[in-house]
């Protein structure tokens, strides 16, 4: 059994334990300095808990002596403080953030680290940046790659339309920061909140905009391979004008933690949501200028005797199928690894990844390429 600290009690951090803890590989210890949220975790043979203050580096290093990794599910302002921990101690390290800062640093330690630092092994980034790479693998030349991705409620009852199905932080940021894309081959940074754009899928209308963090380092992996690149986040229809209002009109993305306050008093926390993913490749494939998309919807479900949200099963099976493949060698075991790394096979065939199989990626060979499939 291989020894893994999950730091963050939440909710995703405790899914990730449950997972982990159920197949009887791994021995997680939870750590988080909230004994409120250390209490609610169900603890087993194979998961406890252990109260750390993140912020004092004793206690953290501490806390991960002796880890195989350590795999943050802690607020993304944290993150960089978790991955320099892991990287002294040359403890593999997994995180889930969104937050371009943070991954640039994990980049910057991973040059001397002497141990494999993965970050934004979550959805998106995440899952959207190995989806979107193999769909690029397939094109001879490759014009456009759009990553679309929506963590939605199921049934929305409010003006926004949106119910709390993530970091209230998380959502803040990335509906803050500059956004990276690829404009006429040029990389730049466009806003956040702009370019809406709707789109229908299974019959449901939907709207997108950008918002930040979601291209990973897809920017990086297609430099000069690609015309057009970019991430827009998924919502219904209204949403993105009511948050403008109060994001730039009332100026709240300049006070945050009062916007963060209204949010968590006032949009109601949902388990009926849907993760909606959406990404479109344009080029020249065998001479012919095609198209090939990538859609699927997952839905909440009971896992392991637990009612666990789509966001939540999508989030913590994504970062514990990479920590599985780390694990079985699978993955670099030292450096910078990015998600566009791992194969799609490889992680659909992961016994976490199968969380995001559709029926029409079952019962393929391995490398089967899209077009191959589809003919």
């Not at 002497?114 to 970050?119: D, F, V």
């Not at 099976?317 to 694990?327: E, M």
Request: aromatic share 6%; glycine share 8%.
């Amino acid at each position: 059994m291989k020894n893994v600290v999950v730091i963050g009690a939440g909710k995703i951090g405790a899914t990730i334990a449950d997972l982990l803890g159920a197949t009887g590989d791994y021995r997680v210890v939870i750590a988080d300095r909230s004994n409120e949220q250390l209490a609610a975790i169900r603890t087993s043979s194979t998961i406890s808990t252990r109260r750390v203050d993140i912020t004092d580096e004793a206690e953290l290093a501490e806390a991960l002596n002796g880890a195989f990794a350590v795999l943050s599910a802690a607020p993304y302002d944290l993150t960089t403080r978790i991955a320099e921990a892991a990287a002294a101690q040359g403890v593999h390290y997994l995180d889930l953030t969104e937050d371009v800062a943070s991954t640039r640093r994990v980049k910057e330690l991973a040059l001397t680290a002497k141990a494999a630092l993965i970050p934004q092994c979550g959805l998106a980034p995440g899952f959207i940046s190995i989806v979107a790479a193999d769909l690029a693998r397939d094109f001879d030349q490759l014009d456009s790659l759009k990553l679309r991705v929506g963590a939605l409620p199921q049934y929305p009852s409010n003006a926004l339309n949106y119910n709390l199905t993530w970091s209230t932080d998380g959502v803040i940021n990335e509906y803050c920061e500059p956004c990276e894309a690829v404009v006429n081959g040029e990389r730049v940074l466009v806003p956040a909140m702009e370019e809406r754009e709707e789109f229908s899928l299974d019959g449901v209308t939907y709207e997108a905009f950008n918002t930040s963090g979601g291209l990973g380092t897809l920017c990086d992996t297609l430099a000069g391979k690609v015309r057009t690149l970019n991430y827009r986040t998924i919502r219904y229809p209204g949403h993105c004008a009511i948050m403008k209002a109060l994001l730039q009109d009332l100026r709240l993305s300049e006070r945050r933690n009062v916007l963060k306050d209204i949010f968590e008093n006032a949009l109601p926390s949902t388990l009926q949501d849907v993760v909606v993913i959406f990404v479109t490749a344009s080029g020249r494939m065998n001479g012919r200028l095609t198209q090939q998309t990538y859609a699927n919807k997952v839905y909440s479900a009971v896992v392991g005797g637990v009612m666990r949200s789509a966001i939540q099963i999508t989030t913590a099976s994504g970062i514990c199928a990479v920590l599985d493949l780390l694990a079985e060698g699978k993955l670099p075991q030292k450096g910078f690894v990015k998600q566009e790394d791992i194969g799609f096979d490889a992680f659909l065939a992961n016994r976490f990844g199968r969380a995001y199989a559709r029926p029409e990626d079952l019962g393929h060979a391995p490398g089967e390429t899209h077009a191959a499939r589809a003919a």
